[in-house]
């Protein structure tokens, strides 16, 4: 078991890592311009999205996605569509934006087309 009096178990080896302060600052200098571009392109839209069912949709999505990845790793760049789908339907469910969502639904659709092309091809 893992959880043991509402802690954690983690091996001592994570316990002893350090990290640098000065590398994370140059981390976070570097990624602050980036996450405040995303900022901008997100914001709650199309909730219906959501909200009820349709989140267990984008939830199937995002499982059909991770299985498919399997097979198309085999295919050059084949795992990309299911890498941006899961990437577009995650962001939307983090940022509440329904529309990265439905860019994330294009994604798995064209990742099933892909898969059913190249097992039945």
Known sequence: MSVRAGAPWVPQSLRDLEVDGARTRRAIEWMEPKARRL??????????????PAIHVAVGALCLLALLMYPLALVPWGVLPCAAGISAIGLGLLTRDGVFIVTGMAFAVAASALGLVLTFA
């Open 39 to 52: 900022a901008v392109l997100t914001r709650p839209r199309w909730q219906v999205l959501l909200d009820g």
